[in-house]
């Protein structure tokens, strides 16, 4: 199993940054794709961001040109950097991992989720 601590939530005017931290560890994994959801209030979750062990990235229409996740591989951390942050990207942002065990199994893993909130 996987485990993912995020950190790096808050809350901050419209307008402001906030930089998301999640780092995974415990059984080895390949071939990942990690990446960042969130969840507001009385909706559903929805994807913010992905990036995959290729290193292709994919984005929420509403974030693009304000949000921009990357990877470092080597410490199997991913992070959401979160710029002209606005009232409509408050929610609880989750991390979140796809990938292969060694033994090639895939497996799935949440984070517990971090509140960010964005006041007008």
């Known amino acids: 199993q996987v485990q993912l601590v995020e950190s790096g939530g808050g809350s901050v005017q419209a307008g402001g940054s906030l930089r998301l931290s999640c780092a995974a560890s415990?059984?080895?994994?390949?071939?990942?794709?990690m990446g960042w959801y969130r969840q507001a209030p009385g909706k559903q979750r929805e994807l913010v961001a992905t990036i995959r062990f290729d290193g292709s990235i994919n984005y929420l229409a509403s974030v693009k040109g304000r949000f921009t996740v990357s990877r470092d591989y080597a410490k199997n951390t991913v992070y959401l950097q979160m710029n002209s942050l606005q009232p409509d990207d408050t929610g609880v942002y989750y991390c979140?991992?796809?990938?292969?065990?060694?033994?090639?199994?895939?497996?799935?893993?949440w984070g517990q989720g971090t509140q960010v909130t964005v006041s007008s």
């Open positions: 415990g059984t080895a994994f390949s071939r990942a794709v």
């Open positions: 979140h991992v796809d990938a292969y065990n060694l033994l090639g199994v895939p497996m799935e893993s």
